[in-house]
């Protein structure tokens, strides 16, 4: 009777990491890639989401928003891991750094990720450039909100914050974007109607 209920415990595991929790794994990728601007970084921090995820599957509820779920054991491995960088020394990798410089064709480090591309061509790189200059913060609440499309409430969760710092957050940066893109706005010819 015991192992019959541990099969569809681990059945149930299984149906809910392949139907819910799989299905995330490109929007994980995308904000992962922004938050660390490294494609091996950005794996590193999916692969970590998931194991997490499995690890304390028993904690999510059948049916709920995984996606909010997911995205915040996300956020918290990048500050968890942010927060280690920032206690140990710089590491350089000498091998690559020679490798580097002895290649010829160094055309390799022009690659791009096809999700990378596709945000790029979504925004342009002066938007997405304006993005990814925003402190961590204000970068992460801009990427939930409008790139994931995230309520307010859900981010306030995958966060940690109150909804009224989200909408803070969100205003700031949104203003930080604008200051940022004034320039790049009016060399396409679009003009402040509000000035005049």
Known sequence: MMVMTADKNTERRERIFEEEFMPQIDALYTFAYHLTYNEDDANDLVQDTYLKAYRFIDNYIEGTNAKAWLFKILKNAFINQYRKRTKQPTRVDYEE????????DTNYSSYMDMRE??????MGDEVTNAINALPVDFRVVIL???IE????????KIVDI????????????RNMLKVELRNYAASLGYQ???SK
């Open 144 to 146: 939930l909100c409008d």
């Open 192 to 194: 402040d109607k509000r």
């Open 149 to 156: 499309g995230f309520t307010y409430e859900e981010i306030a």
């Open 97 to 104: 750094v020679i490798n580097f410089h002895e290649e010829e």
């Open 162 to 173: 109150p909804i009224g710092t989200v909408r803070s957050r969100l205003h700031r940066a």
């Open 117 to 122: 591309e596709m945000f790029q061509a979504m």
